[in-house]
C-alpha cells in the first residue's frame, strides 16, 4: 500500500504548504515561477520539508518533463543519459526538461563537473536536494550556477493544517472518524518532517483492527504508546538522532566500547551520515580524550578521511575502529576547560592591550612607536626559550591551562617545569 505521505502530496504548486519566505507574494522564487524564468537551484533543508514535493509541482505547474535521480545510487553515466534524453527534448521544441538531484551532497567532486555543462548551456534545469550546508559540500563552480533557497522546518500551524487536511481527505485514513484530540506528540516526533508526521498518523490509526466508521482518538498517550509498542526504526532526522548520537559519545567519554559500537551501528544501519557521525567523533578525540591522548585527534581526523573515501558499506570498518579506540583511550577535558576559562577572560577584559614587544613592526612609524622593542627571540637562546610576559598586563597573572591528571600532561608538565625553572635561575644570575 502507497505509504499516507505519499498518497498526500499536493498535485497543484499552489497547495505547496510552507517557505512562504521564498514562495510567499513578491519573494523570489515565486516570482521566478510566476515569470516563467525558472532556473537551476539548489533546496537546502531537513528531510521531510517538501524539496521532492516542491520539485515535482515545479516540473508539472512548467509543463516540463522530469526525471528524478538519487546521488546515492547513481553516477556520471545516468546524468549523461538525461542529458542525451534533454537535447533530443530540445531538438523536438520541448522546454529544457527538469533533472531532479537528491542527495547532491553525495556526488563526487567528478560527478558534479559532469552536470556543468548542462546547467551552463540550459540543456536542464537542475534542482539539487541536500540536506548539508552547500558551501561545504558542492563544487564552487556548480554552486555559482545555481541559486541556492534554504528550506524551512514546517511551523507547529502548518502541521496542524496537514494532519487536519489528512484525516478529512484521505480515503483510506476517512475511512474511520478521526478526532484529533492532541496532536503535541505526533509533532514532537516528527521534528518539522512531514513524511513522519503523516506515516506515524497513519500507524497511529491502523494500530487496531477497527469498523470502518468507527472513531479514532488521537490523544498524546495514544501516540506514544503506538510508537513504543511497534518499535518505530532509528529516524536521522527526529530526536532519536540527537539521542542517539548523544549516546554514543556519552559511551566513548564513558571508556565502554561496546556501548559505543552499539549506539554507533545503530546510526549507520538507521542511514545516518556518516560524515556526520566522524566529525563527532573528531569533537570526541579533542573535547573528552585531549592532552591524555593526543594520537586521539589524528586517529578521528583520519576515520572521516577514511569513511569518505570509501563510503558505506566498508566505511563502517575504520569508524568502528576509530570509536573503540577512543573509548579505550585515556581521557582528559583539560584543553577543553583551557579554552572556556580563555573565552571568559576574553569576554570580561575584551578591550586588553597586546604588549607593545609582541605587536608587528613593519615600517618606520611602529618602530618609533615602540612595536616590537625589545622582543627577545626565543631561538637566539639556548635550549630555545626565554623568559619574556606574552599576556596583556592586566592578564598577566592569569592561568587557562591547568593540566589534567592523565601520565602524558603529567610528563608533559614536569618536562616543561624543568625546562622554565632551569631558564629562569639562568636569567636570575
Known sequence: MIPLAERMR???????????????????????????????????????????????????????????????????????????????????HQPSPILFLDEIHRFTKSQQDSLLGGVEKGIIILIGATTENPSFELNRALL???????????????????????????????????????????????GGDVRKLLNA???????????????????????????????????????QHYDTISAFIKSIRGSDPDAALY???????????????????????????GLANPNALLIATSCFQAATMVGLPEAAIPMSQTAIYLAC?????????????????????PYSSIPLHLRNAPDKLTRELGHGKNYKYPHDFPGNFV????????????????????????????????FRAKHKETEDK
Not at 516570482?31 to 533543508?45: C, F, R
Not at 497513519?202 to 469498523?211: K, P, Q, T
Not at 593540566?403 to 600532561?409: I, N, T, V
Open 263 to 289: 549506539y554507533l551501528h545503530t546510526m549507520i544501519s538507521g542511514g545516518e551520515d556518516i560524515k556526520f557521525i566522524c566529525r563527532r567523533m573528531i569533537i570526541s578525540a579533542s573535547e573528552d580524550i
Open 10 to 92: 499536493p498535485t497543484h504548486l499552489k497547495d505547496f504548504m510552507g517557505q512562504n519566505h521564498i514562495l510567499g507574494p513578491g519573494k523570489a522564487l515565486r516570482a521566478a515561477i510566476e515569470s516563467d524564468k525558472v532556473h537551476s537551484m539548489i533546496l537546502w533543508g531537513s528531510p521531510g520539508v517538501g524539496k521532492t514535493t516542491f520539485a515535482r509541482l515545479l516540473a508539472h505547474n512548467q509543463k516540463r518533463e522530469f526525471f528524478q535521480l538519487s546521488a546515492a545510487d547513481s553516477g556520471i553515466k545516468s546524468v549523461r543519459d538525461i542529458l542525451e534524453t534533454a537535447r533530443e527534448l530540445i531538438h523536438r
Open 201 to 239: 498518523l497513519e500507524l497511529v490509526v491502523d494500530s487496531e483492527d477497527r469498523e470502518p466508521q468507527t472513531t479514532v482518538i488521537v490523544t498524546n498517550e495514544r501516540v506514544a504508546s503506538i510508537l513504543r509498542q511497534k518499535n518505530v526504526p532509528y529516524d536521522k532526522s527526529g530526536n
Open 329 to 349: 583511550s585515556p581521557k582528559s577535558n583539560s584543553a577543553y576547560l583551557a579554552m572556556h576559562r580563555v573565552q571568559k577572560a576574553i569576554k570580561d577584559n
Open 387 to 418: 623568559h619574556q610576559t606574552y599576556l596583556p598586563k592586566d592578564m598577566d597573572s592569569m592561568t587557562f591551562f591547568v593540566p589534567g591528571e592523565s601520565p602524558f600532561e603529567t610528563r608533559m608538565m614536569e618536562i616543561f617545569k624543568q
Open 144 to 190: 555559482s550556477r545555481c541559486r541556492v533557497y534554504h528550506f524551512e522546518e514546517m511551523g507547529r500551524k502548518d502541521l496542524e493544517k496537514i494532519l487536519q487536511r489528512a484525516v478529512k481527505e484521505d480515503p483510506l485514513i476517512s475511512k474511520h472518524e478521526v478526532e484529533l484530540r492532541e496532536t503535541e506528540e505526533l509533532i514532537l516526533y516528527s
